[in-house]
């Protein structure tokens, strides 16, 4: 526990507000974990231009993404998607949770989760949800954050060997 604290004080969450100056940082990243087998959207194997393209486009109105940066490096991601709906004013939605390879088990992914919640409350948002794939390790890691599991969709994303994995859908109050 005493190593974990250390570790985690050399963590920083920040809100990226520009793009810009990360593109490449963050394409290495999505690279990184695609190639890694993460599920979020991506196959690999995945060019540098398609993962520049995305980044490029990804804030848009609603969109927060926070950066975790550990030995002034990108180590990961997440982002929050706040409904713009009329009715989905109280809820948001956490996606694409990245953590670099070289990075993982040092409590990113979850600062990442705490900073994205902490967020959705201040902006008076009681619902959080998301999406992962059934087995993955990130299932573990939004149980132990409260997230209750509220089903299981089957079929939902081809993988890279071109079978097709279950998502499981998660929620959590959080007002």
């Given at each position: 526990?005493?190593?974990?604290?250390?570790?985690a004080n050399t963590i920083k969450i920040e809100?990226?507000?520009?793009?810009?100056?990360?593109?490449?940082?963050?394409?290495?990243?999505?690279?990184?974990?695609?190639?890694?087998?993460?599920?979020?959207?991506?196959?690999?194997?995945?060019?540098?231009?398609?993962?520049?393209?995305?980044?490029?486009?990804?804030?848009?109105?609603?969109?927060?993404?926070?950066?975790?940066?550990?030995?002034?490096?990108?180590?990961?991601?997440?982002?929050?998607?706040?409904?713009?709906?009329?009715?989905?004013?109280?809820?948001?939605?956490?996606?694409?949770?990245?953590?670099?390879?070289?990075?993982?088990?040092?409590?990113?992914?979850r600062l990442l989760m705490e900073k994205a919640?902490?967020?959705?409350?201040?902006?008076?948002?009681?619902?959080?949800?998301?999406?992962?794939r059934e087995g993955d390790p990130s299932n573990?890691?939004?149980?132990?954050?409260?997230?209750?599991?509220?089903?299981?969709?089957?079929?939902?994303?081809?993988?890279?060997?071109?079978?097709?994995?279950?998502?499981?859908?998660?929620?959590?109050?959080?007002?």
């Amino acid at each position: 526990m005493e190593n974990r604290s250390k570790t985690a004080n050399t963590i920083k969450i920040e809100n990226c507000i520009s793009i810009e100056e990360h593109v490449n940082e963050l394409s290495t990243l999505l690279i990184q974990v695609v190639e890694d087998g993460a599920s979020i959207g991506f196959l690999p194997p995945l060019n540098r231009s398609d993962a520049n393209q995305y980044w490029e486009n990804v804030l848009n109105p609603g969109v927060i993404l926070f950066l975790a940066k550990m030995n002034n490096e990108i180590a990961g991601t997440v982002q929050l998607h706040l409904c713009q709906k009329q009715n989905g004013g109280h809820r948001a939605e956490i996606a694409k949770l990245m953590t670099h390879p070289n990075y993982r088990r040092k409590g990113i992914g979850r600062l990442l989760m705490e900073k994205a919640q902490e967020t959705a409350i201040k902006m008076g948002r009681t619902l959080l949800v998301l999406d992962t794939r059934e087995g993955d390790p990130s299932n573990l890691l939004y149980s132990s954050l409260g997230f209750i599991q509220g089903g299981r969709i089957p079929n939902y994303a081809r993988s890279e060997n071109g079978q097709l994995d279950a998502t499981i859908i998660y929620y959590k109050n959080i007002m």
